[in-house]
C-alpha cells in the first residue's frame, strides 16, 4: 500500500506487474511450513498445502516448488494475492490473529488468509494465546505451531509526530488493542490521548527499514 523504489526491493519480495494499471505490486509475505499435498503432482503442483491450506502454484513458480517434496520444510512466497511464486529454504514471517483450544486453532492470518490445524495446548497456554497476535508455523502434517508476539522495538508512542520510541511509524501501521477479549483493530486517531506508554505496549514490530508497522496495546485506551 506504499509507493517504493527499486531500491526498497529485498531478497524474496515478490514483484507482479498488472497491464491494467500499468503498474508493479511488491509484497513480502514468506509462509513457512510442512509441505503436507499437492496437485497433481511434486513435479509440477499447480496447488499446494501448507499450514492446512491450500495455495495456488503460478507456472513461473513450479521451478522452485518442485525442487520440494510432502513431507518438506517450506518457505512459500506470496504475491499480494496469495498465490506462490515461489519456494525458498528461508524463515518466514506470517503473523496473525489466533483462536485457539486444547486441541485445535485457527489463526487469521495479516495477509488475509485463514490457516487451521490442531495443536497440543495445555489451559494455560490457551489462555494466554487465544485472541492474540502469534507468529505461526508447522511442522507436521495438520500441525500448527504458535508463538505469542511480545516485546519487538520499545518506546513511548505519539500519534502526533507518528513515532514509537525514534522510530517512525510505517504509513500503513496496523495498530491492535487488547479489550479483555482479544485482540481487535483500531485507528491512531482513537488515541483519545494521543500518546501511549511504553509499559502499555505489548509489542511493536517493525518493517525491513526499521519503520514500526505492527502495534499491540496490552489494554484498551480510546
Same mark, same amino acid.
Given at each position: 500500500?506504499?509507493?517504493?523504489?527499486?531500491?526498497?526491493?529485498?531478497?524474496?519480495?515478490?514483484?507482479?506487474?498488472?497491464?491494467?494499471?500499468?503498474?508493479?505490486?511488491?509484497?513480502?509475505?514468506?509462509?513457512?511450513?510442512?509441505?503436507?499435498?499437492?496437485?497433481?503432482?511434486? @513435479?509440477?503442483?499447480?496447488? *499446494? &498445502?501448507? =499450514?492446512?491450506? !491450500?495455495? %495456488?502454484?503460478?507456472?513461473? +513458480?513450479?521451478?522452485?516448488?518442485?525442487?520440494? @517434496?510432502?513431507?518438506?520444510? *517450506? &518457505?512459500? =512466497?506470496?504475491? !499480494?494475492? %496469495?498465490?506462490?511464486?515461489? +519456494?525458498?529454504?528461508?524463515?518466514?514471517?506470517?503473523?496473525?490473529?489466533?483462536?485457539?483450544?486444547?486441541?485445535?486453532?485457527?489463526?487469521?492470518?495479516?495477509?488475509?488468509?485463514?490457516?487451521?490445524?490442531?495443536?497440543?495446548?495445555?489451559?494455560?497456554?490457551?489462555?494466554?494465546?487465544?485472541?492474540?497476535?502469534?507468529?505461526?508455523?508447522?511442522?507436521?502434517?495438520?500441525?500448527?505451531?504458535?508463538?505469542?508476539?511480545?516485546?519487538?522495538?520499545?518506546?513511548?508512542?505519539?500519534?502526533?509526530?507518528?513515532?514509537?520510541?525514534?522510530?517512525?511509524?510505517?504509513?500503513?501501521?496496523?495498530?491492535?488493542?487488547?479489550?479483555?477479549?482479544?485482540?481487535?483493530?483500531?485507528?491512531?486517531?482513537?488515541?483519545?490521548?494521543?500518546?501511549?506508554?511504553?509499559?502499555?505496549?505489548?509489542?511493536?514490530?517493525?518493517?525491513?527499514?526499521?519503520?514500526?508497522?505492527?502495534?499491540?496495546?496490552?489494554?484498551?485506551?480510546?
Amino acid at each position: 500500500g506504499l509507493p517504493a523504489t527499486a531500491g526498497d526491493m529485498r531478497k524474496y519480495d515478490v514483484a507482479t506487474y498488472s497491464s491494467t494499471t500499468n503498474s508493479i505490486r511488491v509484497c513480502d509475505t514468506r509462509i513457512t511450513g510442512y509441505y503436507e499435498d499437492c496437485y497433481p503432482n511434486p @513435479k509440477e503442483p499447480t496447488k *499446494i &498445502t501448507v =499450514l492446512g491450506y !491450500e495455495f %495456488n502454484v503460478l507456472p513461473t +513458480a513450479m521451478q522452485t516448488v518442485s525442487q520440494f @517434496k510432502p513431507g518438506d520444510q *517450506i &518457505t512459500l =512466497l506470496l504475491t !499480494e494475492d %496469495n498465490q506462490v511464486a515461489g +519456494a525458498v529454504e528461508a524463515t518466514g514471517n506470517a503473523i496473525g490473529i489466533a483462536e485457539v483450544s486444547s486441541g485445535s486453532a485457527t489463526v487469521d492470518l495479516l495477509c488475509g488468509i485463514q490457516v487451521k490445524g490442531s495443536v497440543k495446548l495445555s489451559a494455560s497456554d490457551v489462555e494466554r494465546l487465544n485472541g492474540q497476535l502469534v507468529r505461526v508455523s508447522s511442522s507436521r502434517k495438520g500441525g500448527l505451531s504458535l508463538t505469542r508476539l511480545t516485546g519487538g522495538v520499545s518506546g513511548e508512542l505519539n500519534v502526533a509526530e507518528r513515532k514509537l520510541g525514534s522510530r517512525n511509524l510505517a504509513d500503513n501501521v496496523v495498530v491492535f488493542q487488547n479489550d479483555g477479549s482479544g485482540l481487535t483493530a483500531i485507528s491512531l486517531s482513537q488515541i483519545a490521548d494521543g500518546s501511549v506508554p511504553a509499559s502499555q505496549i505489548t509489542y511493536a514490530g517493525t518493517d525491513w527499514a526499521g519503520r514500526v508497522k505492527v502495534i499491540v496495546l496490552n489494554s484498551a485506551i480510546g
